[in-house]
Structure formats: structure tokens, C-alpha cells
């Protein structure tokens, strides 16, 4: 089997070409090779490569950088997500496509449900929704949540770059979701694939954590692992005193029954895999 990995650059699109298993051929294709802000080139880039399978790892991110380039983040996570799809349909190819908790407004007080009513509250997340209204029903649509890994720009990385330079930090508490362990959800993505699974899944770690939770576990974790040489204070602080451009869902953990069952096992606890992550950090220096 042949497949194409969007997105290769980014921390998910390195997961999956890290995990890629060994009877797969995968191509990962870059920002150079294969711009999705140019759609007619999609369909030319997808034809010549001839792959059984497409997993859409590229994505705009920015979110808060987003209110402000909403024609562009449109581009890259909906118009051309349907040029994709056009694409996978015309070479019969399977399409894996991420979206995220951002297509949620977070005003649940239980995890969300793949078919839960979405009401994205940003253009990120509204330019997300487009990308899922883009594709069709046999698409594995997969929305995940708080991706990190041990590279790249996230979380975690800033967290432990600040925690080295600064002598305090405040991080907000009243946001709840779960990190996902970017490494973890690459293998989930194309088991998911192996099984030919279509329609909306949810894939996260087990668990849930606000920013803050998540902050000082990574600054425990790191300290045990002597990734960092030691404590700073942490404070908790509401969303209201940490103000951005872009509104984040106050609660988007995820309801992931149907990918454990689907997998026959939930997803290893957020913790351990951040546990992981450190370790992997420690190990390359």
C-alpha cells in the first residue's frame, strides 16, 4: 500500500512517517512540495503520486494568529481539504483527515460526542468545520486535541523553555481538554486506516487536564526526569486575565468510546505519555 502524508514537516506529519508501518510505502509531502494555498496544484501532485491512502496532517495552526489571516487559514484547512478530497475520489484513494475540539463551543459539562452539535467560537475553528463539511462520508474524519510532541513548536516545548528562563509562570485553569501525545495519535491514525474505518471518530489521551494541570505535571515530570534543574511557582489564573485574540472552548475533552472500541483498547493516561515525551527529550539532549 502506498500513502501520502501531508504536512510531513509538522510535529503529526513526522509521527506518522515515524510510525508508518512496514508494509506501507509513505510519502511525506512538505509545504515545497505540495502548497495547499495553490489548489490547482493538489489534484496534479496527488495524481502523480498514485497513493492508496491520504492522511491530511497539514493544517494552519495558528489560532490566534488566525483572527487576523481567516482567508488564509480557510484556504489552507477548507478549500483545500475539498480539493483533496476531489482528489482521493477521482484516484480511489482512502482520505484521513484531522480536525480538532475547536469545532465545539465548550459549553458542556461532559465529554463531546462525534456527533455532537458543533459551534465553532473562532475562525480556527470555524475554518476547521469547513474542512470537515469538505469531505465526504467515506473519510476517516478524526478530531483530536492539545497535540504535542517531543519537536516542534507546542505546549510542552514552551513550557519547559519557560520554566528554564523565567522565575514564575501563570497559566489558566479554566480551560479543560486533554493533551494528546502526537506520537500516540500518528499509530492510532493508521490502524484506523488499516481497518478502513469512514465517518467521525474523536482520538485523544485518556483523561482530562486544564492548561494549569498540564503545566505542572510537565514541570514534575521534567524536574524527576532532571530535564529541568528545578521548581519555579505556578499559579492558576482564569481565561478572563489571560486575554487573546481568539476564544478557546472552556471545555473540549473529547468522548473517545468509539475509538476504543474500534481499537480494542483506550489510549495510554495523558500523563504517562507526556512521561514519554520527556524521556525522548532527555535521550536527544
Not at 481539504?81 to 465545539?104: G, I, N, W
Not at 465548550?106 to 475554518?127: C, E, F, W
Not at 492558576?236 to 472552556?250: D, K, Q
Request: charged fraction near 15%.
Amino acid at each position: 500500500m502506498k500513502a501520502v502524508v501531508t504536512g510531513a514537516n509538522g510535529q503529526l506529519g513526522k509521527a506518522l512517517l515515524a510510525t508508518c508501518p512496514p508494509h506501507v510505502e509513505a510519502v511525506g509531502l512538505t509545504r515545497m512540495e505540495l502548497d495547499l494555498v495553490n489548489t490547482p496544484l493538489i489534484a496534479d501532485v496527488i495524481a502523480s503520486q498514485a497513493p492508496d491512502l491520504i492522511i491530511n496532517a497539514a493544517a494552519y495552526t495558528a489560532v490566534d494568529k488566525a483572527e487576523s489571516e481567516a482567508e488564509l487559514a480557510h484556504q489552507i484547512n477548507g478549500v483545500a481539504v475539498k480539493a483533496l478530497q476531489k482528489a482521493a475520489a477521482e484516484h480511489m484513494a482512502k482520505l484521513v483527515h484531522v480536525s480538532t475540539d475547536f469545532v465545539f463551543d465548550g459549553r458542556k459539562s461532559s465529554p463531546y460526542l462525534p456527533g455532537d452539535a458543533t459551534n465553532p467560537q473562532s475562525v480556527y475553528g470555524a475554518s476547521k468545520l469547513a474542512g470537515e463539511h469538505a469531505v465526504d462520508g467515506d473519510t476517516l474524519l478524526v478530531r483530536t486535541s492539545w497535540v504535542y510532541g517531543a519537536a516542534g513548536s507546542n505546549f510542552v516545548n514552551t513550557m519547559l523553555r519557560l520554566m528554564a528562563s523565567k522565575p514564575a509562570l501563570s497559566v489558566v485553569t479554566d480551560q479543560i481538554g486533554t493533551p494528546t501525545y502526537a506520537r500516540g495519535l500518528a499509530s492510532a491514525l493508521w490502524q484506523m486506516a488499516e481497518k478502513r474505518a469512514s465517518g467521525i471518530y474523536h482520538y485523544s489521551d485518556s483523561g482530562a487536564a486544564s492548561w494549569y494541570d498540564f503545566a505542572v505535571a510537565i514541570q514534575e515530570e521534567a524536574v524527576a526526569l532532571g530535564v529541568l534543574s528545578g521548581n519555579i511557582p505556578i499559579s492558576p489564573i482564569a481565561t478572563s486575565e489571560y486575554p487573546t485574540p481568539a476564544a478557546r472552548p472552556a471545555y473540549s475533552v473529547l468522548d473517545k468510546a468509539k475509538t476504543w472500541q474500534l481499537l480494542g483498547a483506550p489510549a495510554p493516561h495523558w500523563r504517562s505519555q507526556l512521561r514519554e515525551t520527556l524521556r525522548t527529550l532527555k535521550s536527544h539532549g
